[in-house]
């Protein structure tokens, strides 16, 4: 089992900015990919950011040259520097834990939330 608490989520002016960080407990494998993902009301959970073990990474096309994607492996914890936030980042953000179930399979884990409120 894996458990992910997330925080940093808040109400901001279009423009501001946020960071959300999430970190990740108990049984950890050392190969996996960390992230970030978002749905925002009426639509489908979509990837914002992810970055493996390894350290590469990953990112929607709405988010480039905005957000930032960090992890700290040695505390299991990944971070999303959310800079010049638009309305429509509105969303609640979910951090993303996917590691193998087996060798020819994935298994993911998921936080709980938190809102991220960008008003005009």
């Known amino acids: 089992q894996v458990q992910l608490v997330e925080s940093g989520g808040g109400l901001v002016q279009a423009g501001e900015s946020l960071r959300l960080s999430c970190a990740a407990s108990?049984?950890?494998?050392?190969?996996?990919?960390m992230g970030w993902y978002r749905q925002a009301p009426g639509k489908q959970r979509e990837l914002v950011a992810t970055?493996?073990?390894?350290?590469?990474?990953n990112y929607a096309d709405s988010v480039k040259g905005r957000f930032t994607i960090s992890r700290d492996n040695t505390n299991q914890t990944v971070y999303l520097q959310m800079n010049s936030l638009k309305p429509e980042d509105t969303a609640v953000y979910y951090c993303n834990f996917k590691t193998f179930k087996s060798l020819f399979a994935t298994v993911d884990y998921w936080g709980q939330g938190t809102q991220v409120t960008v008003s005009s």
């Open positions: 108990g049984s950890i494998f050392s190969l996996n990919t």
């Open positions: 970055m493996s073990s390894g350290g590469t990474a």
